[in-house]
């Protein structure tokens, strides 16, 4: 099982910057993490997402492309997210996911993931 817990969502204004944070166990040294997001009443949809051992793969969603960083603290267990330049259209939950074992391509696709966590709300107002 793996757990995984993000934080660090809140509320701030368009052109401003956040850092989620997702806390994982050690076991996801060898995985492909992600970052999703979901809007109401749109489906979940991949933003970046990473290769754990090799953390320069990476790939983004080109709505994000840019202006949001993935990285892996493999010391902190900690996948983060670096959101600057948010706009209102950012605003959704996000999601922290992890597929363990060797990342062949990091991935985009919400069926590629086993595990979840909560959550973590972004409001960009405009």
């Known amino acids: 099982q793996v757990q995984l817990e993000e934080s660090g969502g809140g509320s701030v204004q368009a052109g401003g910057s956040l850092r989620l944070a997702c806390l994982a166990p050690?076991?996801?040294?060898?995985?492909?993490m992600a970052w999703f997001r979901q809007a109401p009443g749109k489906q979940r949809e991949g933003v970046a997402s990473?290769?754990?051992?090799?953390?320069?793969?990476?790939r983004y969603a080109n709505s994000v492309k840019g202006r949001f960083t993935i990285t892996k603290d493999g010391a902190l267990n900690t996948l983060y997210l670096d959101m600057k330049s948010l706009r209102p259209e950012d605003t959704a939950m996000y999601y922290c996911?992890?597929?363990?074992?060797?990342?062949?391509?990091?991935?985009?696709?919400?069926?590629?993931?086993?595990?979840w966590g909560q959550g973590t709300q972004v409001a960009v107002s405009s």
């Open positions: 050690s076991s996801t040294y060898r995985s492909c």
């Open positions: 990473i290769d754990t051992e090799s953390t320069s793969r990476t």
């Open positions: 996911a992890a597929e363990p074992g060797i990342c062949w391509l990091p991935s985009l696709a919400v069926s590629d993931y086993t595990y």
